[in-house]
């Protein structure tokens, strides 16, 4: 990375959403951690949160064999255990050696009726068993040509992260994801991408304070190809990347870790 981030590096992470089963899963890692070199990860921290099934299997191979990608998971109960059927906790996740879980996703605000309520109780959920919580936030196409686009980031952000400790936001990952921009094959302009990730910065530096603004990371999705990623990385604003389609596969999900690299 040639360029400062305030310290925050650089994370690459693959949303694989409700594909891979567990033995497709393993193939895919064991692909991933044979074509990785150490340099790789010099300056990115890389995620992959698979489907809660492939979750054990992928943590076995990847501590077996010292891949050096972290687990997350694509979503979590705000609960800790009980009579929730369907539900996976937090602390079962935590278990499992995850590190980042994505909150707030918008198929789950969208299919799963997700209300920004529910997302900062599952942040804070998070939080408590010492995990981080990627808080997905973003308009839709309506909002963003009605010119709604920061009023909604707006709305979302602080309602995730009502009555968090400073410390708390700071140690949190923002993935700015345009709805219109999720599997469309059109991404936001790395301009736009990057303008709407400094307003998030901007309005946690007002509402919360300067030092958890420097430290927060906020990711780019929508769309990411390794033909985009590095582009969007060159953006100072832009913290980090958020994949679904082209991580799937472990060569797709390589050329974009090495063109944020070699920024
Ligand atoms: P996409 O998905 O990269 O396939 O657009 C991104 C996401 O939904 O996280």
Redesign the pocket.
């Known amino acids: 990375m040639s360029h400062e981030r305030d310290g925050r590096r650089f994370l690459l992470s693959g949303?694989w959403?409700m594909h891979h089963d567990h033995i497709e899963a393993l193939h895919m890692v064991r692909d991933l951690g044979l074509r990785m070199k150490p340099d790789d990860v010099a300056d990115v921290d890389v995620s992959v949160h698979p489907p809660f099934t492939d979750i054990r299997t992928v943590q076995s191979l990847v501590e077996g064999e010292g891949i050096p990608v972290v687990l997350g998971a694509q979503h979590c109960s705000d609960q800790d255990r009980g009579p929730f059927t369907g539900e996976v906790s937090p602390q079962m996740l935590a278990r499992l050696a995850v590190r980042y879980v994505?909150v707030g996703?918008?198929?789950r605000r969208q299919l799963f009726g997700m209300t920004d309520a529910t997302v900062a109780s599952t942040i804070k959920a998070v939080l408590r068993h010492g995990m981080t919580p990627i808080c997905?936030v973003g308009e839709s196409a309506d909002e963003r040509v009605a010119g709604r686009t920061e009023a909604r980031l707006r709305d979302q952000l602080l309602g995730a992260i009502e009555g968090l400790e400073p410390e708390q936001v700071g140690g949190m990952v923002l993935?700015y994801?345009p709805l219109w921009?999720?599997?469309?094959g059109t991404?936001a302009t790395p301009v736009d991408a990057a303008d709407a990730c400094a307003y998030l910065r901007g309005l946690v530096a007002s509402e919360v304070g300067p030092e958890p603004a420097r430290a927060i990371r906020v990711q780019y999705?929508?769309?990411?190809t390794a033909d985009n990623a590095a582009e969007m990385a060159s953006e100072p604003d832009v913290d980090g990347l958020?994949?679904?389609?082209?991580?799937l596969d472990a060569a797709s999900f390589l050329d974009i870790l090495r063109a944020v690299a070699g920024c």
């Open positions: 949303n959403k994505l996703h918008s198929e997905c993935a994801e921009a999720i599997g469309s991404p999705g929508g769309s990411v958020l994949v679904g389609g082209a991580s």
